[in-house]
Nanobody, 126 residues
Framework: VQLVESGGGSVKAGGSLRLSCATS????????MGWFRRSPGKVREGVAY???????NYADSVKGRFTISKDNAKDTLYLQMDSLKPEDTAMYYC?????????????????????WGQGTQVTVSS
């Protein structure tokens, strides 16, 4: 599965960015996809997930501010990020897990993802 992120950049607090992840995942019937982030000195954090049925779930830290979606016609995953805060500064990665063995939905947050993009940097200044 190929995953190529784009759309990162620098923005002031309160601003918005939309990340994109071009994928080749439409070939697979069941999957979880997610957006993760890592900032220096912190562990990687899963921020948003979507499954092949279109169900989504979010980390508490971004709920109400970030929206994950997938355009199946374009085979592209998105992360719309609004009301950005300086603590959202991180490298953002999209990832995929194929044929999750324990179901979809909220379970997507529990898997070890085995396909990763190269990452795109998001910097939010105060």
């Amino acid at each position: 599965v190929q995953l190529v992120e784009s759309g990162g950049g620098s923005v002031k607090a309160g601003g918005s960015l939309r990340l994109s992840c071009a994928t080749s995942i439409n070939s697979y019937s069941r999957y979880c996809m997610g957006w993760f982030r890592r900032s220096p000195g912190k562990v990687r954090e899963g921020v948003a997930y979507i499954d092949s049925d279109g169900k989504t779930n979010y980390a508490d830290s971004v709920k109400g501010r970030f929206t994950i979606s997938k355009d199946n016609a374009k085979d592209t995953l998105y992360l719309q990020m609004d009301s950005l805060k300086p603590e959202d500064t991180a490298m953002y990665y999209c990832a995929a897990h194929l044929y999750p063995p324990h179901g979809l939905g909220p379970t997507c947050a529990l898997y070890d993802y085995n396909y990763w993009g190269q990452g795109t940097q998001v910097t939010v200044s105060s």
